[in-house]
């Protein structure tokens, strides 16, 4: 089993930042990625940003060239930089983790937090 912790997420203004933390314990051999997804209220949850274990990144393109995903792997924690937020960016955000173990694939999730943008 695999335990994800996000924090970090709150109430913000149109235009301003927040970083979300991702702290991953428990059975990580085999991680292959970690993974930010969110849903809005109605809406079906869908992929944020993405890191694999050899540190490439995706983006959804709604949030290229605001959004940066990083990690520091001594404290096995994944970061989400959020900046230049928009009322759209409204969400649960959720952290998630792909991994490879005796040839089978294996996700697991964190509880969430909730992003608020105003305008």
């Known amino acids: 089993q695999v335990q994800l912790v996000e924090s970090g997420g709150g109430l913000v203004q149109a235009g301003g930042s927040l970083r979300l933390s991702c702290v991953a314990s428990?059975?990580?051999?085999?991680?292959?990625?970690i993974n930010w997804y969110r849903q809005a209220p109605g809406k079906q949850r869908e992929m944020v940003a993405t890191?694999?274990?050899?540190?490439?990144?995706n983006y959804a393109d709604s949030v290229k060239g605001r959004f940066t995903i990083s990690r520091a792997d001594a404290t096995n924690t994944v970061y989400l930089q959020m900046n230049s937020l928009k009322p759209e960016d409204t969400a649960v955000y959720y952290c998630n983790a792909h991994v490879g173990r005796w040839n089978n694939n294996f996700y697991y999730w964190g509880q969430g937090t909730q992003v608020t943008v105003s305008s």
């Open positions: 890191i694999t274990t050899d540190r490439t990144t």
């Open positions: 428990g059975m990580i051999s085999g991680l292959r990625s």
